[in-house]
């Protein structure tokens, strides 16, 4: 479990989300990786796909970053929620165990986990699927920004504490972490 | 000529490089383009291909600015120097009246003009490259950050001065202005 006694203001942090896809076709998406230091400073991008509605993203998502020029110097990864390119559930724990990196997925709107609950079911490899939903850990709100909107956050190898600490610091232009912001508008804005 | 009685800390600013590709091959290259406001906030993306050594690379950026969402909000175009995809030239003025906005080619090292003529020769259309070269004004060093390397500057559709001033006041993490710095993270880092 990642501990930080004090969050360094230059702490390397990823934000990761995927681009456009058609929904329910076969196929792959677009994953974008931003690194930016703390709040402020873009230092590195990274890309990978996954597969629509597949099984991949967790060992995908693992690939990227350990192939990537920076994986030396992340301390912490972020995601866009936990399901990428559809019904393809991110493993929190697993991914965190696989980067030796503590993760937080965060959704802007609570997630709704019976309605994903049902989705699941219509897909193959319910069990996989939903066991990745829980080894994601329990969800709680975060209040980012005293003015704006919660964020809904799962984690895996880092403390609630810290996580807050971590989010808080570097949501400096919105209620969600830079380098997810800004890995949302490059990936919806090259990949459609 | 574009005049800024004084710059707003958040001005449209874009940034516009290519990825890498494969010298003298058949083919594109990609563009990226960045919007920033001012120094600090990503605040979009946009991107185009142009021909390898071709002569497109004026109308194909040109439209890449008027089709995006941003061009309404821009204020000022910035391009990492007047070549890309090899020795696709960019028409500084033309891209100027294109658009209808000043635009600034920005060289992290002093452009080698005889080389450049020299290697115009050797490519079909010389004189319209060459014409391009010329249009794209006068070359000038502009120091931007007082620790640091000097960047080499061409304009059209700006005062000398209000350029050297929009520089500074962009340049906040290098000698060049984040906009330009993250356009080339992110060409070099998603296309090659």
Not at 61 to 69: E, K
Not at 103 to 130: C, G, Q
Request: proline share 4%; hydrophobic share 45%.
């Amino acid at each position: 479990m990642a501990s930080f006694r004090s969050i360094k203001p230059e702490i390397r942090v990823l934000g990761i989300d995927d681009g456009r896809f058609v929904p329910r076709t076969k196929g792959f998406a677009d994953v974008v990786g931003v690194v930016y230091r703390g709040g402020y400073w873009f230092e590195g991008i990274m890309h990978t796909t996954v597969t629509i509605d597949g099984l991949d993203s967790t060992e995908k998502i693992a690939a990227m970053i350990r192939d990537s020029p920076y994986c030396g110097e992340l301390r912490v990864v972020l995601l866009d929620g936990v399901t990428f390119a559809g019904f393809n559930v991110v493993d929190l724990r697993a991914l965190s165990r696989l980067v030796a990196l503590p993760v937080i997925s965060v959704a802007r709107d609570e997630p709704d986990l019976v309605e994903i609950k049902k989705a699941l079911h219509n897909l193959p490899d319910f069990e996989t699927r939903w066991q990745a939903m829980t080894n994601s850990g329990k969800l709680f709100a975060v209040q980012t920004r005293s003015a704006e909107n919660p964020v809904y956050v799962q984690t895996a190898g880092i403390s609630r504490d810290f996580a807050e600490k971590l989010l808080k610091q570097t949501s400096v232009h919105s209620n969600i972490p830079e380098a997810l912001r800004v890995a949302h508008l490059v990936a919806s804005g090259l990949f459609r």
